[in-house]
């Protein structure tokens, strides 16, 4: 049974003019940074949107992720390229599961205490990715199979996320204070390699954008000084958004956190076309929009703990109450705060999407 009332067509340029607010858009678009693995296949089983496709197919799940985000109504949709991976220390628990029938597996984050740099021979030392690996082959197969008006977008860690892996966030820290040079070596070289990939991932005619991650900031400021940031990271994103729209491309920033200092930089200097990643209890999507959503396009905004706690007619109240505010005049695309993870009811997800459908038309 579709859980969806009104079916909708993929858009890519119609989001395209959404998001830089060339004029009032024709519907609701959505997007979201990912789904979690259990999401996807519990979608993909529930509405058996794969039973005809091949399981030894080496691009199955390609296919799989295809015809998911087409069902769900997405006009773009992440992409994984592999080959591009820093080599860091991690830490692990188990996570829940979206449903009885997964099993659990490991979540993972970021030691945050010392990476494996922390010193010059460390940093000469380093097993650093060489762009020469980067498996194009799934970027190659869209070229070839996207359905008509989608697109597809490559997630990456940008400079920040890549010194809080490399140093570990405490010894970052402390870093800076007894090694600025070291911490700027890494920086510059992790910036020269973000900014390579980008340019491998513009030579691809659907990736409609680069989504790079940064998560720049907590709840009540930036993890490092905005001058420190500007110093080590926004080059990069410059550059990076730079190349993206010499290409055509769109280009986004997600950050976490609290980032208000820096959104005149990411507006006037670095170029992004879209912030991503809001959380109510640091600024509601409602208010971003107020703010600056006639400068820079607003992506998501309905809040993940939000999403999980409350029943579908809530979500979906709060749903029509956010575009009321944020869909005139162009500028903002539905989804949730951050990302769909394994653990958020999916009824409650689909009535977001189904929500956003419905929205304007009588």
Known sequence: MNPFEIEIQPDFEGLRRCILRQGEPERVHNIELLLDEEIISEIA??????????????????????????????????????????????????????????????????????????SWSDFEQYP?????????????????????GMAVYC????????????????????????????????????????????????????????????????????????????????????????????????YFLHSCGNVDALMEDFIEDVGVDAKHSFEDAIMPVTEAKRRYGHRIGILGGIDVDFLCRQDEQVIRERVRETLEVCQPGGGYVLGSGNSIPNFMPLDHYLAMLDEGRKFGRG
């Open 45 to 118: 089983s529930r509405f058996d949107l794969v039973g005809n496709l091949d399981l030894t197919d080496p691009h199955y799940r390609l296919r799989r992720d295809t015809v998911v985000h087409r069902f769900l109504g997405y006009d773009i949709f992440p992409v994984a390229v592999p080959g591009f991976e820093f080599t860091i220390h991690w830490n692990t628990a188990n996570k829940t599961h979206a449903t009885n029938d997964h099993p659990e597996r490991e979540r993972n984050w970021i030691e945050e205490h010392r990476g494996p740099i922390g």
């Open 128 to 148: 650093w990715p060489d762009l020469k690996n980067l498996d194009t082959r799934p970027l190659e197969w869209c070229e070839k199979n996207l359905p008509e």
């Open 155 to 250: 997630w990456n860690d940008q400079v920040f996320e890549r010194l809080f892996g490399l140093f570990g966030y405490e010894n970052l820290c402390l870093k800076l204070c007894d090694e600025p040079e070291l911490v700027e070596a890494v920086a510059q070289k992790a910036g020269q390699l973000c900014v390579g990939f980008t340019e491998v991932l513009c030579q691809f005619s659907r990736v409609g954008a680069i989504f790079d991650s940064d998560d720049l900031g907590f709840r009540s400021q930036t993890l490092l000084s905005p001058e420190w940031l500007r110093i080590l990271v926004l080059p990069w994103h410059k550059e990076s958004a730079r190349i993206a729209h010499e290409h055509r491309k769109l």
